[in-house]
């Protein structure tokens, strides 16, 4: 199984929106609506930001959203804050009961 | 609230078998509604999926590592474990267990992470 594609890092400046792309294929994120968001600021262990592409967990801000087209999932932030600053982590649900990861991608705010 | 915790040697000799232990806390591994997940972080790199179980015994592992994992539960301790043979530099990482809801296959819930070091 490969990884999903996303860019190696993003950035964009406080209140602005940034959006983090995932790419897979047919055989994941194309046929399945099991793709999850997950945020590591550095030095702890990856929080869940959106699950099932588009919902957020209880306390996670609004200003995170997901989306999917085709083979592609999209996490956007907007309001950006400081704080937003970390990598972050898509998932897809593939065949046979497995995970695939995306490769992560830095966010930084300028 | 669930709470995971990872515990085992930070360091392996090469060729030797890697063991950890997760304990759950704050609520029950037989939880019909979870797989119970490991995945690992090799030191500045992305995350990968090593595989689960239910609290039933059944597993799923990663193809690339499956000859090499073994992952067990113990519903008696509450307690699920990993297993990684043939270990090498490579496997060097931070090793986390994670509880997956088993609807959306979201991982919810992480333990905090345990870096083990493949040296001799």
């Known amino acids: 199984q490969s990884a999903l594609t996303q860019p190696p890092s993003v950035s964009g400046s406080p209140g602005q929106s940034v959006t983090i792309s995932c790419t897979g294929t047919?055989?994941?994120?194309?046929?399945?609506?099991?793709v999850s968001w997950y945020q590591q600021p550095p030095g702890t262990a990856p929080k869940l930001m959106i699950y099932?592409?588009?919902n957020r967990p209880s306390g996670v801000p609004d200003r995170f959203s997901g989306s999917k087209s085709g083979n592609t999932a999209s996490l956007t932030i907007s309001g950006l804050q400081a704080e937003d600053e970390a990598d972050y982590y898509c998932s897809s649900y593939i065949s046979s009961s497995t995970v695939v990861f995306g490769g992560g991608t830095k966010l930084t705010v300028l | 609230q669930v709470q995971l915790q990872e515990s085992g040697p930070g360091l392996v000799k090469p060729s030797q078998t890697l063991s950890l232990t997760c304990t759950v806390s704050g609520g029950s591994i037989s939880s019909g509604d979870y797989y119970w997940s490991w995945i690992r972080q090799p030191p500045g790199k992305g995350l990968e999926w090593i595989g689960y179980?239910?609290?039933?015994?059944?597993?799923y592992y990663n193809p690339s590592l499956k000859s090499r994992v073994t992952i067990s539960v113990d519903t008696s301790k509450n307690q699920f474990s990993l297993k990684l043979s043939s270990v090498t530099a490579a496997d060097t990482a931070v090793y986390y267990c994670?509880?997956?809801?088993?609807?959306?296959?979201?991982?919810?819930?992480w333990g905090q992470g345990t870096m083990v070091t493949v040296s001799s």
């Open positions: 179980i239910y609290y039933s015994g059944s597993t």
């Open positions: 994670v509880r997956e809801e088993d609807t959306f296959d979201a991982f919810d819930i």
């Open positions: 047919s055989s994941d994120v194309g046929s399945y609506n099991r």
């Open positions: 099932e592409v588009s």
